[in-house]
């Protein structure tokens, strides 16, 4: 069979403020394209439908049109992952199962619905949302042991979890694990807080050696983990921050067939924009600005500062949603008297902003000003 594996959506994801809805609309278009293309016979979405608890109206609007159009190519396996409301996915869960979308919010045996057999296509599916460190380390235990105990912990419950989950799979049908969490090893994109991604993990020996495919979200980059099967992150369809410029965005398509090594191939995904980062002066980079009109861009500048800098570099290249200036070493004076206590307070000031590399005539000026009025 053709499974289709996409995960870490995070629909209602803005940056710095911007809208993008649009993007998301398109790559989740795209993937529906993809599915249907390749005759899917299953699709997989491990986890951050949303970006936030809360989404917006309009957020449920694509994510839930996107699931419907997805299962009108194949049945459709989603769990949550940390950044959506568990509650709200299982309250949402028995409308989606009109349309042959199985989702589950929070943990639960296989017998209540953790574990789904698709008979029709001979798999069985085992469906592991995103479990808190918080779900599993109570406050007794943080309060009576260390760090690496609760670490250990958490550990030893999500492998007992897995293995429960999936111990009535044998080699008769396709065996599926989707899950969101983190394993140790993992290499993290840019859309992550490092406490919610290597705080708590377990090793890729976790996952049993009769699965046919572990498919992963988390974290944002695709990528496989050493294990003797196949146990992939998807990535994020989209650059979601400043931190994932260099990673590739995609779905992956796995042939998989009962008892047999399955066989990934990863498909890249092109309607997002592109997330750039350019350092130069203001004139290296405006002489870039042709090529980043299509791309949301932070502008690292090697200038001094000045007013209406930010401006100029907005005016040129639209897509700017960041405009900082370089951080500068500043040597520190060892004579007495180029301490800021030995001189006068408008010089003071005009030093200080010097070493942080912040000086601007007006500034000291309105400052003079702002003195004098004290002074008199």
Partial sequence: ??????????????????????????????????????????????????????????AEEIVWRSLIDLSRVAPVMVVSGNHDNAARIDAVAPL?????????????????????????IGARVALLPFVSQRGIVKVEQIM?????????????????????????????????????????????????????????AIPASAFPGHLSYVALGHLHRQQRMPHPGAVWYSGSPLQLDFGEVDDRKGVLLVDAAPGKPSRVTEVPLTSGKRLVTVTGSLDEVLARADSLQDAYVKVVLTESPRVGLADEVRSAIPGAV???????????????????????????????????????????????????????
């Fill in 1 to 58: 069979m053709k499974i289709l594996h996409t995960s870490d959506w995070h629909v209602g994801k803005r940056i710095r403020g911007r809208d993008r809805s649009d993007e998301h609309r398109a790559v989740l278009a795209e993937i529906v394209g993809i599915a249907a293309e390749n005759s899917v016979d299953l699709v997989l979405v491990a986890g951050d439908l949303f970006d936030t608890g809360s989404p917006t109206p309009m």
């Fill in 322 to 376: 960041d405009v900082i200036l370089a951080a500068r070493e500043v040597m520190k004076s060892d004579d007495p008297a180029g301490r800021p206590d030995h001189l006068a307070p408008q010089e003071a000031f005009r030093r200080y902003l010097e070493e942080k590399g912040a000086l601007d005539e007006k500034v000291t000026a309105l400052f003079g000003e702002l003195l004098a009025e004290v002074e008199t």
């Fill in 96 to 120: 989606l199962e009109m349309g042959r979308v199985t989702a589950v919010g929070a943990a639960r045996r296989p017998e209540e619905g953790g574990t789904v057999l698709l008979e029709d």
């Fill in 144 to 200: 009576g042991s260390d760090p690496d105990e609760h670490a250990a912990a958490y550990q030893d419950r999500m492998m007992r979890l897995i293995d429960k989950l999936t111990e009535g799979m044998d080699d008769g049908a396709v065996n599926v694990l989707v899950s969101h969490l983190t394993v140790y090893g993992a290499t993290q994109g840019g859309g992550e807080r490092d406490a919610h991604i290597f705080g708590y």
